[in-house]
């Protein structure tokens, strides 16, 4: 419990910390969505402050980041100033289409990294192998990837259209990573001392692996798995936006380019929720299978 609460404090103050960052920046950028607006003769200068003291655009940043984070306590995060409806509506359907990316392409790209690197360790194939295709792949961006995977569609005749090709360019992102930092663990437990005796016992194969070494190399690769579930969600936006799925990215972009700063700032906040959230279960599961982090704390109470 004492180990519990004191992570859950620490990851509260991350939250405030960043999120007070967030709206402190968007108010020191000059000008608003309603900025353009001055060059239009059309329409006076009053009229506009009038509009911005109607949004509440002319308080200042203590009092609205208080409003904000009160109403989005209750689910509301105020309203998109170019749509003219909530926040909440228009990112439903949007955190919807993100999801149905950035989950399976997780998902795929932890099988097939971790997977791979220790069926060839179990098969007797140095794992190593892997890494500098994996290294060089890393340093690859986004948009060469997916226009690489585009490519090979047209070349193959297979449609570009449906959701296989974000999935695929946002597997494509987070495999390498996976793969470099699964092969690098993996080796440095193989040489342990305790995984040394294990073999010298004659113990191999599939047993060696799984009951030694794998569990030897959990604790960084639990807390990859929690840095990498922010990681999908934050590239899955780029591969978004190149591919034209509806997710998040499409739209933030467009909030980005109209200075619609309450969507902005809402989604860097969430985002920042979910990278705090991951690291928050990931120590859990990291006590829960690591004694050495346990044991202290058990011995304090």
Known sequence: MIFLLRKALISLIQFFVISIAVFLFFRLLPGDIYTVELENPQISKASLEGIREAHGLTQSWPRRYVNWLASSAKGD???SLAYGIPVRQLLAPRIRGT??????ALLLSWALGLGGAISAGVF???PTIFEPGATAATIVPDVAAVSLILWAAVWLGISITGIWLPIAGLTFGLLPVVVFHSVRELRHAQKLEFVRIAESRGISGSRIWLQFVLRAAL???????GLSVAAA?????VVEVLTGWPGIGPLFLEAVQA???SIVQTVLVMLAGVLIVSNFAAEI???RLDPRIRLPHERFR
């Open 285 to 287: 599961a990291l006590y």
């Open 124 to 126: 007797g194939i140095a």
């Open 259 to 261: 200075r619609d700063y």
């Open 233 to 237: 969600i934050s590239s899955s936006f």
């Open 219 to 225: 604790n960084p690769l639990v807390s990859l798995a």
């Open 77 to 79: 995060f105020g309203d």
């Open 99 to 104: 999801l149905e990316v950035a989950i399976p």
